[in-house]
Protein backbone atom coordinates (compact mmCIF):
# COMPACT_ATOMS: atom_id res chain seq x y z
CA UNK A 1 0.00 0.00 0.00
CA UNK A 2 1.82 3.03 -0.98
CA UNK A 3 1.33 6.28 1.33
CA UNK A 4 -1.11 9.26 -0.15
CA UNK A 5 -1.15 12.52 1.16
CA UNK A 6 -4.05 15.35 0.74
CA UNK A 7 -2.39 19.03 0.60
CA UNK A 8 -5.19 21.07 1.00
CA UNK A 9 -6.10 23.94 -1.38
CA UNK A 10 -7.54 27.36 -0.21
CA UNK A 11 -8.52 30.30 -1.53
CA UNK A 12 -5.57 32.39 -1.52
CA UNK A 13 -3.14 29.60 -1.11
CA UNK A 14 0.13 29.30 -2.78
CA UNK A 15 3.21 27.06 -2.29
CA UNK A 16 0.47 24.30 -2.84
CA UNK A 17 1.90 22.98 -6.24
CA UNK A 18 5.51 23.41 -4.91
CA UNK A 19 4.16 21.23 -1.58
CA UNK A 20 2.93 18.40 -4.66
CA UNK A 21 6.41 18.48 -6.33
CA UNK A 22 8.08 17.60 -3.30
CA UNK A 23 5.98 15.17 -2.14
CA UNK A 24 5.70 13.31 -5.27
CA UNK A 25 9.31 13.77 -6.57
CA UNK A 26 11.26 13.71 -3.50
CA UNK A 27 9.57 11.77 -1.13
CA UNK A 28 8.04 9.79 -3.24
CA UNK A 29 4.63 9.98 -1.99
CA UNK A 30 1.23 10.16 -3.94
CA UNK A 31 -0.05 13.56 -3.30
CA UNK A 32 -3.12 15.23 -4.35
CA UNK A 33 -4.10 18.73 -4.19
CA UNK A 34 -7.58 19.24 -2.57
CA UNK A 35 -10.26 21.71 -2.50
CA UNK A 36 -10.51 22.88 1.29
CA UNK A 37 -14.74 21.53 0.83
CA UNK A 38 -13.77 18.31 -0.97
CA UNK A 39 -11.08 16.86 1.46
CA UNK A 40 -12.46 13.18 3.06
CA UNK A 41 -9.57 11.96 5.47
CA UNK A 42 -10.83 8.51 5.24
CA UNK A 43 -8.99 8.97 1.66
CA UNK A 44 -5.67 9.72 3.12
CA UNK A 45 -2.65 9.15 5.17
CA UNK A 46 -1.61 12.16 5.63
CA UNK A 47 -2.51 16.17 5.25
CA UNK A 48 -0.27 18.91 4.64
CA UNK A 49 -1.91 22.88 4.63
CA UNK A 50 0.44 25.15 2.35
CA UNK A 51 1.41 28.69 2.71
CA UNK A 52 -0.68 31.20 1.36
CA UNK A 53 -2.89 33.91 2.32
CA UNK A 54 -5.87 31.73 2.90
CA UNK A 55 -9.24 33.34 2.50
CA UNK A 56 -7.03 36.42 1.98
CA UNK A 57 -6.26 36.57 5.97
CA UNK A 58 -9.20 38.99 6.59
CA UNK A 59 -9.78 39.27 10.31
CA UNK A 60 -6.31 37.87 10.92
CA UNK A 61 -3.80 35.37 9.40
CA UNK A 62 -5.90 31.62 9.31
CA UNK A 63 -8.72 32.13 10.97
CA UNK A 64 -10.84 31.97 8.10
CA UNK A 65 -9.68 28.56 7.00
CA UNK A 66 -9.47 27.42 10.68
CA UNK A 67 -13.44 26.76 10.26
CA UNK A 68 -13.59 25.21 7.09
CA UNK A 69 -14.81 21.46 7.04
CA UNK A 70 -10.87 20.44 5.96
CA UNK A 71 -10.15 21.51 9.29
CA UNK A 72 -12.45 19.12 11.31
CA UNK A 73 -11.28 16.53 8.94
CA UNK A 74 -7.65 17.17 9.72
CA UNK A 75 -8.52 16.66 13.41
CA UNK A 76 -9.64 13.41 12.78
CA UNK A 77 -6.35 12.72 11.51
CA UNK A 78 -4.42 14.04 14.32
CA UNK A 79 -7.11 11.93 16.81
CA UNK A 80 -6.02 8.47 14.93
CA UNK A 81 -2.02 9.63 15.01
CA UNK A 82 -2.14 10.61 10.89
CA UNK A 83 0.46 13.43 10.26
CA UNK A 84 -0.90 16.88 10.02
CA UNK A 85 1.69 19.68 8.72
CA UNK A 86 0.97 23.23 8.21
CA UNK A 87 3.20 25.10 6.67
CA UNK A 88 3.64 28.93 6.79
CA UNK A 89 -0.19 29.88 6.40
CA UNK A 90 -1.01 26.51 7.53
CA UNK A 91 0.57 26.75 10.60
CA UNK A 92 -1.28 29.87 11.60
CA UNK A 93 -4.58 27.83 10.25
CA UNK A 94 -3.85 25.08 12.63
CA UNK A 95 -3.05 27.32 15.64
CA UNK A 96 -6.26 29.34 15.16
CA UNK A 97 -8.13 26.09 15.16
CA UNK A 98 -6.42 25.61 18.12
CA UNK A 99 -4.38 22.22 17.29
CA UNK A 100 -1.61 23.94 19.14
CA UNK A 101 -1.68 25.45 22.17
CA UNK A 102 -0.93 29.69 21.72
CA UNK A 103 -1.09 32.26 19.24
CA UNK A 104 1.14 33.78 16.08
CA UNK A 105 1.75 37.48 16.78
CA UNK A 106 2.86 39.91 15.11
CA UNK A 107 6.67 40.38 14.34
CA UNK A 108 8.25 41.88 16.61
CA UNK A 109 9.66 44.87 13.71
CA UNK A 110 5.92 44.96 13.05
CA UNK A 111 6.72 44.59 9.47
CA UNK A 112 6.29 41.89 6.66
CA UNK A 113 9.50 39.63 6.70
CA UNK A 114 10.69 37.99 3.98
CA UNK A 115 14.63 36.43 4.54
CA UNK A 116 16.04 33.04 4.96
CA UNK A 117 16.49 31.95 8.50
CA UNK A 118 17.93 29.29 10.57
CA UNK A 119 16.10 26.65 12.38
CA UNK A 120 18.00 24.04 14.58
CA UNK A 121 16.21 20.72 14.86
CA UNK A 122 14.92 19.54 18.52
CA UNK A 123 12.88 16.32 17.26
CA UNK A 124 13.64 14.10 15.35
CA UNK A 125 10.70 11.87 16.54
CA UNK A 126 8.50 12.91 13.52
CA UNK A 127 7.57 12.03 10.32
CA UNK A 128 9.27 15.18 8.41
CA UNK A 129 12.46 14.64 10.57
CA UNK A 130 13.06 11.13 11.33
CA UNK A 131 16.08 11.93 8.74
CA UNK A 132 17.82 14.73 10.69
CA UNK A 133 20.00 14.81 13.88
CA UNK A 134 19.13 16.44 16.59
CA UNK A 135 21.22 19.71 16.65
CA UNK A 136 20.99 20.06 12.75
CA UNK A 137 20.66 23.18 11.11
CA UNK A 138 18.74 23.96 8.09
CA UNK A 139 17.96 26.86 6.33
CA UNK A 140 15.03 28.07 4.78
CA UNK A 141 12.57 30.49 3.53
CA UNK A 142 10.18 32.80 5.76
CA UNK A 143 7.81 34.93 4.63
CA UNK A 144 5.31 36.39 6.99
CA UNK A 145 3.69 39.19 9.34
CA UNK A 146 2.55 37.00 11.79
CA UNK A 147 5.28 34.47 12.48
CA UNK A 148 5.69 34.78 16.06
CA UNK A 149 4.81 32.04 18.25
CA UNK A 150 4.02 32.57 21.85
CA UNK A 151 2.21 30.13 24.56
CA UNK A 152 2.04 29.75 27.88
CA UNK A 153 2.48 26.72 27.76
CA UNK A 154 6.24 26.24 26.49
CA UNK A 155 7.75 24.00 29.74
CA UNK A 156 4.68 21.94 28.89
CA UNK A 157 5.35 21.63 25.16
CA UNK A 158 9.21 21.08 25.87
CA UNK A 159 8.51 18.37 28.02
CA UNK A 160 6.24 16.65 25.70
CA UNK A 161 9.19 16.73 23.17
CA UNK A 162 6.44 18.85 20.98
CA UNK A 163 9.05 21.39 19.83
CA UNK A 164 10.57 20.23 16.37
CA UNK A 165 12.50 23.40 15.31
CA UNK A 166 13.99 26.36 17.08
CA UNK A 167 15.12 29.84 15.18
CA UNK A 168 19.29 29.28 15.71
CA UNK A 169 22.12 31.33 14.27
CA UNK A 170 23.97 28.94 11.56
CA UNK A 171 26.36 27.28 14.65
CA UNK A 172 22.72 26.28 15.59
CA UNK A 173 23.15 28.69 18.76
CA UNK A 174 19.53 30.02 20.12
Given at each position: MSIRIAVIDFPASNCNLDAIHV???VVNVRADLVWHNHFKESNYDGVVLPGG???????RAGIIAAHSPAIEEARIMLKDGRPVIGICNGFQILTEAEFLPGALLQNESLKFVCKWINLRVEN???AFTNKMKIGD?????????EGRFYTDNLKELEENNQIVFRYSTEQGEL
Open positions: LNNFSFGDYLNQTVIDIPIAHG
